[in-house]
């Protein structure tokens, strides 16, 4: 079955280590996205590429870079700028057709700055 | 851009009674709708999407949510609510390049 996998599921970084989240997608879809997500404050936007070789950044990019080397593949990096990377991190993807709107998600990765 | 608002972050209901999650949109233009549910520590599934083929649009595990234009609305609704219910809600719409926006989310609480 065609899905998203994101792994790992949980993970723990030192302070001023760069980590980095894995994202893979079966579906052959074009977009990919990146999130973020607290406690009460819903989904935040961190980057989005809607082909390959080609990335936008949303709203919370600082502290974080991304690549899309492969149409498969989305890798988050959070980097050592971002000072305060506890979070749950939610990867998902859209197929680019307008007329088929709508994303499908990862079960997402929990990191922890320890 | 269009935006969709959850009015209640929290909503808590007793087992077996209705479930009435809230949504309202901003688009000027017809929009495509959609829920998504959240379960701790997991990633969003689709409960359902509203793309002008029909106001009503049903989905899964008993939901259903009504396109209402003179309203700019969009609640989610299920007559009688199961402890698996429990769980946070998002609604949000489409935007240019085909990018949801979502709205803030609405905690379910679901009481025996």
């Known amino acids: 079955d065609g899905g998203i996998t994101q792994s790992p599921k949980y993970l723990f970084r030192k302070e001023g280590q760069n980590v980095t989240l894995s994202c893979e997608q079966n579906?052959?879809?074009?977009?990919m996205y990146w999130y973020r997500q607290d406690p009460g404050q819903g989904l935040r936007l961190i980057y989005y590429s809607q082909i390959v070789n080609d990335f936008q950044k949303g709203d919370i990019a600082e502290g974080y870079s991304v690549s899309r080397e492969k149409k498969e593949s989305f890798p988050l990096t959070v980097t050592s700028a971002q000072k305060n990377p506890t979070a749950f991190y939610l990867c998902?993807?859209?197929?680019?057709?307008?007329?088929?709107?709508?994303?499908?998600f990862g079960s997402g990765t929990r990191l922890t700055v320890v | 851009a269009q935006s969709v608002t959850q009015l209640g972050s929290h909503v808590s209901v007793s087992e077996g009674a209705l479930v009435l999650l809230r949504c309202n949109y901003s688009s000027s233009v017809p929009p495509y709708l959609f829920w998504y549910v959240q379960y701790p520590n997991q990633g969003l599934q689709l409960l359902l999407k509203y793309t002008s083929a029909a106001t009503l649009v049903k989905g899964i595990n008993g939901f259903e949510a009504e396109f209402k234009k003179s309203e700019t609305s969009f609640h989610l609704t299920k007559p009688s609510a199961h402890m698996s219910d429990a769980a946070e809600y998002f609604c949000a719409v489409k935007n240019a390049g085909n990018m949801l926006t979502f709205g803030g989310g609405t905690r379910l609480m679901v009481k025996p």
């Open positions: 998902a993807s859209s197929i680019g057709d307008r007329d088929r709107p709508g994303y499908t």
């Open positions: 579906l052959n879809h074009d977009a």
